[in-house]
């Protein structure tokens, strides 16, 4: 059973910044395409970004710029750095083995406030 723990969440002031983590297990993280997702409060699951096992990335237009995905495969782990955070990026974020996040961790909440 894939294990996925997020971590790195907190409150942070607009134009800020935070990076999470993503601690994975029980399967071979190399071989697998990442993603992050996450929820607003009252909303529904929305995609934020995707690296491939050969390190390609892709993002969401709403965080194009502001944030960069990468892994460290030797750490079976993944991370988002997220910078110039804006109050619309206040959500519970989570890592997932594929981008509809069917497949995800228990996420960590990222608030994004004055």
């Known amino acids: 059973e894939v294990q996925l723990v997020e971590s790195g969440g907190g409150l942070v002031q607009p134009g800020g910044s935070l990076r999470l983590s993503c601690a994975a297990s029980r399967f071979t993280f190399s071989i697998y395409d990442m993603s992050w997702v996450r929820q607003a409060p009252g909303k529904g699951l929305e995609w934020v970004s995707s690296?491939?096992?050969?390190?390609?990335?892709h993002y969401a237009s709403s965080v194009k710029g502001r944030f960069t995905l990468s892994r460290d495969n030797s750490k079976n782990t993944l991370y988002l750095q997220m910078n110039s955070l804006k109050t619309e990026d206040t959500a519970t974020y989570y890592c997932?083995?594929?981008?509809?996040?069917?497949?995800r961790g228990q996420g960590t909440q990222v608030t994004v406030s004055s």
């Open positions: 997932a083995t594929n981008p509809n996040g069917s497949e």
């Open positions: 690296i491939h096992a050969d390190g390609s990335t």
